[in-house]
């Protein structure tokens, strides 16, 4: 059953190592700091981005050629669904918005490629994306409107002995939305990639019992493909769905009391 | 074909002629983005059926185990077992149909009403 095994396409490999922190003398009980496969495939995309994003824009045609409108529409993309879910104020936070997209949209595409680590389905990347959305919406929002951030979780209108009860749903309410946020993109793309591999490997493991194992592999090779394309759908929609979210967060941190 | 679509453009929206004045043609550009008609755009597209049933069970159950770790973390530090999981569980219960009903509230403002005039049969439908 070689290569057949569906979570191996998961696993993290050291390419080189940058010592440990802290331990004791073997290093037990340190903190390693590691390249990884993963680390590596993090550059890649922050490079493949920042190169296509300087070098489409580097003519600034006023007519623009077709690459550099590529980089116009993500723009106007981007800066439409800002306006539209956190108002005009909201623009300041273009840039974190639009480095968060593209990160995760090009990730997901690349984690689709054969023999390319998928980043964004291990855990740890996502939560740590909508940990850093929660924590740019708490201190802006504390920054900007001090106490009054607290609002957010006191509905106006509401008489005071429900306040009691309504108060702690908001707060839970608040409380599950990093959790929400990283599941939701960490759920997708992990299913995503281990479906694609179970129904390639059928196709492998059928090819074994001759010709008859080989016209029977048709059916899972067309299902492999069909996977495929819908996992670039899936691919841009968690992307898109998660910087939506983080502008509705965003709102919430710019007006809150609502 | 071309000459029909241009025809039921110019009903909807006046052209753009080149004597129109350029204050006028910006005021126009810039209501049409900060316009609904950009925000549907946007959000129509935003989700296929499966993506919307995931988004609902993800903002559902993540409150319900926000709470009970809350509550599993506060029994621990005042050794009361069971009693704040079950509070936090039931809240978070609660949190849960908040985030969805929030959520299913978002999608339905995102999806535009129908048209009252696609509701009712036209004549020029009937030539397609």
């Known amino acids: 059953m070689a290569g057949t095994d569906p979570i191996k396409q998961f696993d993290i490999k050291e390419i080189f190592s940058f010592g440990t922190i802290g331990g004791d003398e073997t290093g037990a009980g340190g903190f390693d700091l590691v390249f990884t496969n993963s680390s590596l495939f993090m550059v890649i995309s922050v490079t493949l981005i920042s190169a296509y994003l300087i070098l489409t824009t580097r003519g600034r045609g006023l007519v623009p050629s077709r690459l550099q409108l590529v980089s116009e529409i993500f723009y106007e993309f981007i800066a439409n669904m800002i306006r539209t879910s956190a108002g005009t104020e909201g623009m300041k936070f273009f840039p974190f918005v639009f480095s968060l997209f593209s990160f995760i949209l090009v990730t997901n595409v690349l984690g689709l490629f054969p023999y390319f680590i998928s980043v964004t389905s291990q855990l740890i990347i996502p939560v740590a994306l909508a940990l850093l959305v929660m924590s740019v919406v708490i201190i802006y929002g504390i920054y900007k409107n001090g106490f009054g951030f607290l609002k957010l979780f006191v509905p106006s209108g509401i008489p005071i ?20 946020l990283s599941l939701r993109l960490f759920g997708n793309m992990l299913a995503g990639a281990i479906v694609v591999k179970v129904f390639a490997g059928f196709v492998v493991s059928l090819s ?31 992307a898109f769905v998660f910087t939506i979210l983080t502008c509705v967060y965003l709102n919430d941190a710019i007006h809150p009391g609502h | 074909m071309a000459g029909l679509n241009n025809n039921k453009q110019s009903d909807n929206e006046t052209p753009i ?65 069971p009693i704040f999981l079950i509070v936090l569980l ?20 995102a999806t535009p009403l129908p048209d009252p005039k696609d509701l009712v049969p036209v004549d020029k439908d009937d030539e397609d």
């Open chain 2, 17 to 81: 002629s080149e004597t129109d004045s350029l204050a006028e043609r910006i005021a126009r550009a810039k209501s049409k983005r900060v316009g609904q008609e950009a925000a549907q755009r946007i959000r129509r597209n935003e989700m296929t059926g499966a993506g919307r049933a995931f988004r609902m069970v993800s903002e559902f159950i993540s409150a319900i185990i926000v709470g009970a770790v809350i509550g599993l973390t506060l029994d621990a530090v005042f050794s009361t077992r």
């Open chain 1, 208 to 238: 074994a019992f001759g010709l008859v194992g080989i016209i029977g592999a048709i059916l899972p090779f067309g299902m492999t493909v069909a996977l495929t394309a819908l996992e670039f759908l899936v691919a841009a929609l968690q």
């Open chain 1, 161 to 180: 002995i429900v306040l009691f009860i309504v108060v702690p749903i908001e707060i839970l309410s608040f409380l599950s939305r990093p959790l929400s």
């Open chain 2, 90 to 109: 039931l809240l978070g219960f609660a949190a849960g149909v908040l985030n969805v009903v929030r959520a299913t509230a978002q999608i339905n403002a």
